[in-house]
């Protein structure tokens, strides 16, 4: 794709540009009938969503990604997973809520996010990088980070929501 990708770090402040690239993931993903990963209501609609994002900006390092200026997808790094994901034994870069706005989707968002956390785990001197993902809709969205150069590793649930950890070394 020829469209121009810059990747800055955010901040608390970005908190509203993610909420709206989140609820806007939502959108897409319910037009494709995709109603289990993150539900049918907006993330910025969701008090408990904005605290978890609000807390997890200032506890990872939060990546956006725009084009012309406008902020089109994000990522946050952890160097560990959520709650519900056992650490790794050596150090790593935990990716967390990665999201496309749904009007960029398709457009290379989420590789460059992806490119970009590879980088940035090394430069923090791990080579590990670890994902988790919705592991339902017949697992469209674990082949995609395969597509990224990922491997599975276990599978998980929360609830009745299942997931699917990946790693990539870098």
Same mark, same amino acid.
């Given at each position: 794709?020829?469209?121009?990708? !810059?990747?800055?770090?955010?901040? %608390?402040? &970005? ?7 989140? &609820? ?5 993903l319910?037009?494709?009938g /995709? ?6 209501? %907006?993330?910025s609609?969701?008090?408990k ?11 990872g390092? %939060?990546?956006?990604?725009? /084009? ?6 994000? #990522?946050t790094?952890?160097?560990h997973?959520g709650?519900?994901?056992? %650490? ?7 990716v967390?809520? #990665?999201?496309t706005?749904?009007? !960029?989707?398709?457009?290379?968002v989420?590789?460059?996010? #992806?490119a ?5 785990t090394?430069r923090?001197?791990a080579? +590990? ?32 929501w299942?997931?699917?950890? +990946?790693?990539?070394?870098?």
């Amino acid at each position: 794709m020829d469209t121009m990708i !810059r990747i800055r770090r955010g901040g %608390p402040a &970005d908190v509203p540009a993610m909420l709206a690239i989140f &609820d806007s993931a939502v959108v897409w993903l319910n037009a494709r009938g /995709i109603t289990a990963q993150w539900g049918t209501e %907006p993330f910025s609609a969701r008090p408990k969503t904005v605290e978890a994002i609000e807390a997890l900006v200032t506890e990872g390092t %939060p990546w956006i990604a725009e /084009i012309d200026g406008v902020p089109v997808g994000t #990522l946050t790094l952890t160097p560990h997973p959520g709650a519900y994901v056992a %650490p790794a034994d050596e150090p790593e870069q935990y990716v967390r809520y #990665l999201a496309t706005d749904g009007r !960029r989707h398709g457009h290379g968002v989420g590789a460059a996010l #992806l490119a970009h956390a590879a980088d940035e785990t090394r430069r923090a001197g791990a080579s +590990l990088l670890r994902v988790d993902c919705f592991a339902g809709s017949e697992g469209r969205l674990v082949r995609y980070y395969e597509r990224q150069g990922f491997t599975r590793t276990e599978a998980f649930t929360v609830g009745d929501w299942p997931g699917q950890v +990946l790693e990539r070394r870098v």
